[in-house]
C-alpha cells in the first residue's frame, strides 16, 4: 500500500502562504490523495482531495505533480488558527477504502 | 449537535478492568471506524464495520473488541485493560460512496494505569 512521507514540522507567518509538502513516491494510479489536519488533539478534520487534478475549496488547494508522486497543501493565508498537525493520506480503493494516516506535519503559524 | 459523539471524553481505569468506549453518529453513515492515536504519531486503524453485519479487523485489533449495535452505534471495548492501551481514541463515520470523506468524533482519552 502506498505510504507518504512529510516533514515534520514548519513554520509560516501569519497571513502568508502555507506550503505543505508530501511525498507519496509508490502511490498507484487509483488511489487518491487526502488531507486532514488535527487542531491540538480534537478529531482530525477534512481539507481536500485528489486523484490526478488540481484541486481548491474554501480552505485549501491541493497541487498534485504530472507523476502523481507528490503532492502540496497550500493554504493561501495562514492565520494563527491554522496550527495544526497536517495529515497527507493515501485512500486504497481495493483495500476497502482504508486511510493510512503517517505521522504527519505540525505548521506552526507566527504572528 | 455534533455529528459523531463518543463516550466517555476521558476515563481513567486500572489494568484488568474491562471497559467499553461508545461512539454514536447521526449522518446516517453506514461505515463506522475506530482508531487509535498515540503521542505524536498518527492514528492506527483498530476495527472497522461497512454495515451491521460486516465487522473487520484493522491494524491493531489485538486485545480489542467491537459491536456494531445499530447503523449509528459501534462500541469499542477492551476485555482486559493494559496499560499500553493508554491513548487517544477516535470514532469516525463515511459513506460507502462518493468523496469516502471520515468525519471524526471527538475522541476519547483513556488512561489504564
Known amino acids: 500500500d502506498a505510504k507518504t512521507t512529510q516533514p515534520p514540522s514548519m513554520d509560516c507567518a501569519e497571513g502568508r502562504a502555507a506550503n505543505l509538502p508530501c511525498n507519496h513516491s509508490?502511490?498507484?494510479?487509483?488511489?487518491?490523495v487526502y488531507w486532514y489536519r488535527q487542531i491540538h488533539s480534537q478529531g482530525p478534520q477534512y481539507i481536500i482531495h485528489?486523484?490526478?487534478n488540481n484541486e481548491t475549496n474554501e480552505m485549501a488547494s491541493l497541487i498534485i505533480t504530472e507523476d502523481r508522486k507528490s503532492s502540496t497543501l497550500i493554504l493561501p493565508h495562514a492565520t494563527l488558527r491554522d496550527t495544526a498537525v497536517y495529515y497527507c493520506?493515501?485512500?486504497?480503493?481495493?483495500?476497502?477504502?482504508?486511510?493510512?494516516f503517517g505521522s504527519g506535519t505540525k505548521l506552526n503559524v507566527k504572528p | 449537535d455534533a455529528d459523531v459523539t463518543q463516550t466517555p471524553r476521558n476515563r481513567i481505569t486500572k489494568t484488568g478492568k474491562r471497559i467499553m468506549l461508545e461512539c454514536s453518529q447521526t449522518?446516517?453513515?453506514?461505515?463506522m471506524y475506530w482508531y487509535r492515536q498515540d503521542p505524536g504519531l498518527g492514528l492506527r486503524l483498530i476495527y472497522y464495520?461497512?454495515?451491521?453485519?460486516?465487522?473487520n479487523k484493522g491494524e491493531i485489533s489485538d486485545g480489542y473488541s467491537v459491536s456494531r449495535q445499530a447503523q449509528a452505534k459501534f462500541s469499542l471495548s477492551l476485555e482486559s485493560a493494559i496499560p499500553n492501551q493508554t491513548a487517544l481514541y477516535f470514532c469516525?463515520?463515511?459513506?460507502?460512496?462518493?468523496?469516502?470523506?471520515?468525519?471524526f468524533g471527538p475522541g476519547t482519552r483513556l488512561t489504564v494505569t
Open positions: 469516525a463515520t463515511s459513506e460507502a460512496t462518493g468523496s469516502y470523506e471520515q468525519y
Open positions: 493520506i493515501v485512500r486504497v480503493p481495493y483495500n476497502f477504502n482504508k486511510f493510512y
Open positions: 509508490t502511490i498507484s494510479g487509483n488511489e487518491y
Open positions: 485528489g486523484l490526478k
Open positions: 449522518k446516517g453513515h453506514d461505515r
Open positions: 464495520s461497512f454495515d451491521v453485519k460486516d465487522i
